[in-house]
């Protein structure tokens, strides 16, 4: 059974850091594409990182510069490290796994992931 477990999420300041992490089980992690969304109240799902199992990763514009997606593949683990925090950046943040290969900008699209984990809240403050 597929599991994709979230945590680290908080509140900070902005301009503060925080570290997501999704520890996932019962599939053969390496071999997925795994990705990060997040969702505001009263806003659509949106893409904010993704990597493939070749190690492609693709970042939205909102958060280029800020956000760096990384895992683990010894501890089934994705991260999402978030750096400079901005109060548009609170939101619940979900990751996702996909058992297809994903080009790099299908990386983004909540449509092409079939495995979700429960969310952790990012609540950031001005």
């Known amino acids: 059974q597929v599991q994709l477990v979230e945590s680290g999420g908080g509140s900070v300041q902005a301009g503060g850091s925080l570290r997501l992490s999704c520890a996932a089980s019962?599939?053969?992690?390496?071999?997925?594409?795994m990705g990060w969304f997040r969702q505001a109240p009263g806003k659509e799902r949106e893409g904010v990182a993704g990597?493939?199992?070749?190690?492609?990763?693709i970042y939205a514009d909102s958060v280029k510069g800020r956000f760096t997606i990384s895992k683990d593949n010894a501890k089934n683990t994705l991260y999402l490290q978030m750096n400079s925090l901005k109060p548009e950046d609170t939101a619940m943040y979900y990751c996702?796994?996909?058992?297809?290969?994903?080009?790099?900008?299908?990386?983004?699209?909540?449509?092409?992931?079939?495995?979700w984990g429960q969310g952790t809240q990012v609540t950031v403050s001005s």
């Open positions: 019962g599939f053969t992690y390496s071999v997925y594409c």
């Open positions: 990597i493939d199992r070749d190690d492609t990763i």
């Open positions: 996702a796994a996909s058992s297809r290969f994903l080009s790099p900008a299908g990386l983004l699209h909540g449509n092409n992931y079939n495995y």
